[in-house]
């Protein structure tokens, strides 16, 4: 099997770091509500992340909506 | 569709054929991908506190609130029996030194904030020698908060959340005396030396006669940085314009005498506290809210804390506000007390969990003319 049309570069690189990203958030996010030690530390990181994932996605396709939304939902329980 | 396409075809019903999956090296491949797929799932699982050995978590800790104080839908789950308070802060700039927080800034901030007890059934009467709390949220213009969380006992008296999770186990009272288990108080203590300490200084202050003449303080420490970048290690407190009186020997029946009274006293004239940074020297141990820092310690006064108004807690008032001690602003930072990261994380599920459960009216009312 050949891979005749693979995507651009930029968007791989993005689409993997993404994929990290966002299961990294998930871990962060049941450990931290998980945890009364590292509670706070957790939190510090669980928000700028969530903007940042959020920021990236929006940037570039910005008439995602399904991710949007998802997103814009994860921002309400940010807010705390 | 050709004819060209057939030879393919057969090729393809042959590898998408479900006996293709019973070769040895799919099924390797397919164990690897399992077992992968297993594994993070347990780590996820066990990320999760979900696998024994479960360790104390905010979850378990509510739970365990709710388990020794009763089911009491709708209110906090510790420090339940509360009033309102509104006022504002007059910041004088002194503390401006220590902590470039617009808070110490000179000017005036509104503050919205809390009197209770600590405890968690909210139609407890009031007794002498209930811990009272004051909890506030200043209001910045920026449109930013600050909130404290203050008791009027000078230390704390657990330095971390699996004392203070053991402690609540030890004193739960017993479901056929009514009363706590002497020996699981006296094994919980035998295991605490600090709590013995910290217990032997409150008993060394005396409380108050109301919550109008109380002192209430941080416990934890936190650290303030200023315009230069410099981080001094600080515990606040506020203390009372009010000259201190002590708790008398015999309490009113009134079972919520201690609120009644300041009621009345802040519809006489607004109530005031001197808002006092005391500043913590190398050594002072940041980390143990048990542990008192010495007496001779420098104290900045930041200025006057007003409380004009009380009201019955309702929708949009102090009811629904968490005071999280990590709701802090630039210039005010946690310090390394453990206790800071579980209250934070608790009082997000007690708040989480009274958010979603139907209210009824607190026990504390609030009649007559305010102010």
Known sequence: ?80 | MTRDDSPRKADASERYDLRALLTRSVLTRLAVIGLATFLIAACFAWTGNWLPPRHLDQTSMIDTFEAVNGPHPGFRRNHAKGVCLTGWFDSNGAGARLSKAVVFGPGRVPVTGRFALAGGMPLMPDRPNSVRSMALNFELPDGEVWRTGMNDIPVFVVKDAQAFHDQLVATKPDATTGKPDPEGAKAFLAAHPETVAALAIIKMHPFSSGFADATYNSLDAFRLTNSAGVSTPVRWSVQPVDAFAPEPPNSPDDKDYLFDALIARVHKAPAQWRLILTIGQPGDPTNDATIPWPADRERVDAGTLTVAGLEAEAPGNCRDINFDPLVLRDGIAPSDDPLLSARSAAYSVSFTRRAGEAKIPSAVHVVGGGT
């Open chain 1, 1 to 80: 099997m050949t891979m005749l049309n693979r995507f651009p570069l930029f968007s791989r690189v993005l689409h993997w770091a993404m994929a990290a990203l966002i299961l990294a958030m998930l871990f962060i996010g049941v450990g931290m509500v998980s945890s009364l030690s590292s509670y706070q530390r957790l939190v510090a990181i669980h928000k700028p992340m969530g903007i940042l994932i959020r920021n990236s996605q929006a940037g570039v396709s910005p008439k995602s909506h399904i991710l949007r939304e998802i997103f814009g939902g994860f921002r309400i329980f940010a807010d705390g």
